[in-house]
Nanobody, 124 residues
Framework: QVQLVESGGGLVQAGGSLRLSCAASGGTFRTYAMGWFRQAPGKEREFVAAATRSGGGAYYADSVKGRFIISRDNAKNTVYLQMNSLKPEDTAVYYC?????????????????WGQGTQVTVSS
């Protein structure tokens, strides 16, 4: 059983930055891929970014490419999402999730464990 706890959300003005963290416990962190998803009010959950087990590979949604950076520290069992040039449309609850290797990183059905989410609000 893997437990995931996100932190770092908050209120920020458009153009600002935030860094989300997701701390994992209860499993072998380096053996699974990690992803970030988000869900805005009235919308379906959508893929944001994913990192391979080593962190050497990363995948991004087109909407965040060039603005967000996913990274992980396997020694700290933590994955990060650095969010720059934030826009009001980035407002959502952000979730981290873990996936066994070899699955499609952008599909939420690939992920077995999910955190509780952290709210990000970007004001215009």
């Amino acid at each position: 059983q893997v437990q995931l706890v996100e932190s770092g959300g908050g209120l920020v003005q458009a153009g600002g930055s935030l860094r989300l963290s997701c701390a994992a416990s209860g499993g072998t962190f380096r053996t699974y891929a990690m992803g970030w998803f988000r869900q805005a009010p009235g919308k379906e959950r959508e893929f944001v970014a994913a990192a391979t087990r080593s962190g050497g590979g990363a995948y991004y949604a087109d909407s965040v490419k060039g603005r967000f950076i996913i990274s992980r520290d396997n020694a700290k069992n933590t994955v990060y999402l650095q969010m720059n040039s934030l826009k009001p449309e980035d407002t959502a609850v952000y979730y981290c999730a873990s996936s066994p290797p070899g699955r499609v990183p952008s599909s939420d059905s690939s992920y077995d464990y999910w955190g509780q989410g952290t709210q990000v609000t970007v004001s215009s």
